[in-house]
Every structure is written in C-alpha cells, then in structure tokens.
C-alpha cells in the first residue's frame, strides 16, 4: 500500500468514526453540560495516555513553546467541544453538520486577515453559494420541527472557531499539535463540571458514554494522522461525507427528519464545497504532471 492510498484510508476511517457523533449526543438522555463533560473526560483521557505513551512529557513542552498561537489553538478546541454538543441539543443534526461544513471559507477569511494569504477567485464563488445554502438553512429553521436558529447560531460559532484554531494551529506548523487536544477536551470538562450531573448518567448509560468518547478518541487521532499522507483538497472532500452520512444516520436510527430547507440548503453548501475542492485537487494535479517537450 502506497503512502498516498494509505491516508485516504486512514482519513476516511476517522470520517466514519465521527460520523455517530450526534446521535450519540441525541441517545444519552442527559443535559448539554453533562453529555459535554463525559465527552470531554472520555476522549480525552484516551488521547492523553497515547500522547503520554508516544512522546511522554516532551509533546506538553513543545506545546507550551508555541506561546500565542498555541494558547489561542487550546482555548478555541476547548470551545468547540461542549459548542458542538449545544448546537445538536438546540437545533436539528442535519443543520449543525451542514453549517459546520462551511469551516473553509472561515478559514480562507481568517488565513487573509491574519497570515496575509490571498483569497482566490475560486474560494470567493465558493463562499457567495455557502452563503446562500447558509441563507435557505436558516430561513428553514422556524419551519422544521426541531430546528431553530439560536442552534445555528452556535454552529456557525462552531465552525468559526474551529477555522480559527486551525489558522492558529498553522502559524506553529512545525509542532505536532495533538498534544493541546488532551489538554483542551479535559479543559473544556472541567469548565462544565459545575453544570453537570455527571454521576446519574454515568451509572445508568455507562455503555453509551464510554461508546462516545471512544468514537470522538478514535476519530480524532485517524483524522490527525491521514491528513499527512494527503492534500487538503483531498481532506475536505473525505470530511464532507459526514455532513451527508451523519443527519442519514440519526434519520434511520431516532427518526429525526431534517426537513426540506435543511435538505436544499445543505445541498447547496456540500455540492458547492465539493466542486470548490475538486476544482483546486484537478489543478494541483495538472500542476505536477510534467510538460513534455515538443520535437
């Protein structure tokens, strides 16, 4: 197996163990704070003892080194873990992932304004028709049982977020990150703790939550490790399959329908986001093959 195929697979594997992500927040009967917690605790003990295994005390240290970028990584990760959990609690499945798929264009903007990165012509088309999937997604919001737009609000929080901390993230980019993500889930816990009453849940869906945060501990190293083997363009479009099989998932299983304006809206912003990046992966492939020389 070549290098290249090898993080396609690794990629897509992290894909699909994300993808149960939200129905998990939607089948643990508990409060924001408590599922946000045991999140936190579970993944994040799980990754903190591989970080711990691989690189002992030495991956804190590199962390600590980043200064700024680092912190601003940490804190923003920290955010999006109980934000995420929020969004899916307040609105439908469908709305959260199809507005988080939007995190490329914050990242394009952010990239602009604070690494002084060129945004292309393509990204500026790509970013009129999220836009306007994000539009239909919210005008859809007061229609579609379950949905409402404080829920997409926090999504877009979300993404936004996340954006930003990968724009942190690159600013450091030769120090391996993953071990702020410890750091930041357990963080992010102990911020909820107060809010959370997490013993009860514990003891009566203990297979459940253990489940979650395997998933979440899982998906997160094959998502961190793929990536190396593989463009970004390649990147973005594996991810988009959550956006598509994660609402599918949470319809067959708990029967949450995402309703036609989620569909459409979503259907824009994925389709948009997948011909964007298509667009840039033909062209960088283009760009390697060689010209051969006329005679």
């Known amino acids: 197996m070549n290098e290249h195929l090898k993080g396609l697979l690794i990629t897509a594997l992290g894909v699909l163990f994300v993808v149960p992500d939200s129905l998990f927040v939607r089948l643990i009967a508990a409060d924001a704070p408590t599922i946000s917690f045991w999140r936190g605790v579970t993944a994040g003990t799980v990754i903190l003892i591989g970080v711990l295994a691989l690189e002992g005390p030495r991956g804190f240290s590199k962390i600590a080194r980043t200064g700024v970028p680092g912190l601003i990584y940490t804190v923003l990760i920290a955010a999006t873990a109980p934000g995420f959990v929020l969004a899916v609690t307040w609105t439908s499945v469908a709305n959260v992932v199809f507005i988080i798929a939007s995190m490329p264009v914050f990242a394009a903007v952010f990239s602009r304004i604070f690494l002084g990165e060129p945004i292309s012509r393509r990204m500026v088309f790509t970013m009129m028709g999220v836009f306007v999937g994000l539009g239909i997604i919210a005008w859809g919001s007061g229609e579609t049982k379950g949905a409402s737009w404080q ?34 889930f357990l963080g992010a816990s102990l911020m909820m703790w107060p809010m959370a009453s997490p013993g009860p849940v514990f003891a009566a869906q203990w297979p459940l939550v253990l489940a979650h945060g ?82």
């Not at 901390?165 to 750091?183: E, G, K």
């Not at 997948?274 to 960088?284: A, D, T, W």
């Open 151 to 184: 829920g997409d609000l926090v999504a877009l929080g979300v993404s936004a977020s996340f954006a930003a901390a990968m724009t942190a993230a690159r600013q450091v980019r030769a120090t391996s990150m993953i071990p702020a993500i410890p750091i930041a």
């Open 214 to 295: 395997a998933f979440i501990s899982v998906s997160t190293c094959l998502l961190t490790l793929g990536p190396r083997y593989i463009s970004s363009a390649e990147v973005a479009l594996l991810i988009l399959l959550e956006s598509v099989l994660a609402p599918l998932l949470v319809w067959g299983v708990v029967g949450e329908d995402p309703g036609p304006w989620a569909i459409i809206g979503g259907g824009v912003v994925i389709g948009v986001l997948f011909v964007s990046n298509l667009i840039l992966l033909r062209g960088r492939r283009r760009a390697r093959i060689p010209v051969q020389p006329r005679i």
